[in-house]
Nanobody, 123 residues
């Protein structure tokens, strides 16, 4: 599975972004998909994940209430809508996919990773 992440950019504090993760596989709906981020000098951390075929979503406490992860109708894309962005949200955001949600969300392990997309929150 090849994953393509896009949608990053620079926004002012309080701004919003929608990140997109596209896949090359026709059975992408059969993978749990997660977003992770890594800021300079910090470890990678989980942000959000969504289950197979748009199943249950999980959010890190740091983004809960201001982010929404979703899959589109034909299950080829996964989106991460982020609102009320703050400078500490600045990081490279990666999408990932695995057939097992627990591996992805609890262990942070995935069979497939996309290239990152940079999100910078700055005035």
């Amino acid at each position: 599975v090849q994953l393509q992440a896009s949608g990053g950019g620079m926004v002012p504090p309080g701004g919003s972004l929608r990140l997109s993760c596209g896949a090359s596989e026709s059975d992408f709906s059969m993978y749990a998909v997660g977003w992770f981020r890594q800021a300079p000098g910090r470890e990678r951390e989980k942000v959000a994940s969504i289950g197979i075929r748009g199943g249950r979503a999980y959010y890190a406490d740091s983004v809960k209430g201001r982010s929404t992860i979703s899959r589109d109708g034909d299950q080829k894309m996964v989106y991460l809508e982020m609102n009320s962005l703050e400078p500490w949200d600045t990081a490279v955001y990666y999408c990932s996919a695995d057939r097992v949600m627990n591996r992805l969300w609890i262990l942070g392990v995935a069979d497939f990773w996309g290239q990152g997309t940079q999100v910078t929150v700055s005035s």
